[in-house]
């Protein structure tokens, strides 16, 4: 079951996908460029594949998504591929090597894909790049980041609590 988002914007009415997929072994070159190959079945949409662990919220992959689909429909996009686009906004950089540097889905077993696009078509794609997935998935989640891991200099978050505790909450008290 999908469910696709339509949101009213300045350039048509979007049509949205979030999820969160994990995979049951890390995604391949091979892979993510099928996935990528569908939206050419779809004109005037993107899709777009990061590390799920990356992501902050639902916002920090719509309105990039958007602000690199609108760029690319009015031809001032610097991207052929508005995916590209979306993903450097989304790094928070211009440069297209920096923002895969920081947000490359390869490698990783969990990943957040957004699927944007202005036509009907959009569900379709959706239904295809499940059906492209369905192999590899262990599980897929509505919404994206779900089950980040933790990626921090402590170990676990009980060694953070630890080391808060130990070093503010003890002078308070």
Not at 24 to 39: Q, Y
Not at 43 to 61: E, Y
Request: aromatic residues 10%.
């Amino acid at each position: 079951m999908s469910y696709v988002i339509r949101i009213t914007s300045d350039i048509g009415e979007l049509r949205i996908w979030l999820v969160t997929v994990f995979l049951v072994k890390p995604m391949n070159d091979e892979l993510l460029g099928r996935v990528k190959s569908l939206v050419s079945e779809c004109p005037g949409s993107l899709i777009t594949i990061i590390p799920a662990r990356r992501v902050l919220n639902a916002w920090h992959m719509v309105y990039p998504a958007y602000l690199s689909l609108r760029d690319h429909l009015r031809g001032v996009s610097r991207f052929r591929d508005p995916g590209l686009g979306a993903l450097t906004y989304m790094a928070g950089t211009t440069q297209l090597s920096r923002g895969l540097s920081i947000l490359n889905p390869v490698g990783n077993n969990q990943l957040s894909i957004i699927v944007m696009g202005i036509y009907d078509c959009v569900h379709s794609l959706v239904v295809k790049v499940i059906d492209l997935l369905r192999d590899f998935m262990e599980d897929l989640i509505v919404g994206v980041g779900c089950h980040r891991a933790y990626d921090s200099v402590f170990k676990s978050f009980d060694d953070f609590m630890s080391a808060l505790i130990g070093r503010y909450i003890s002078e308070f008290t």
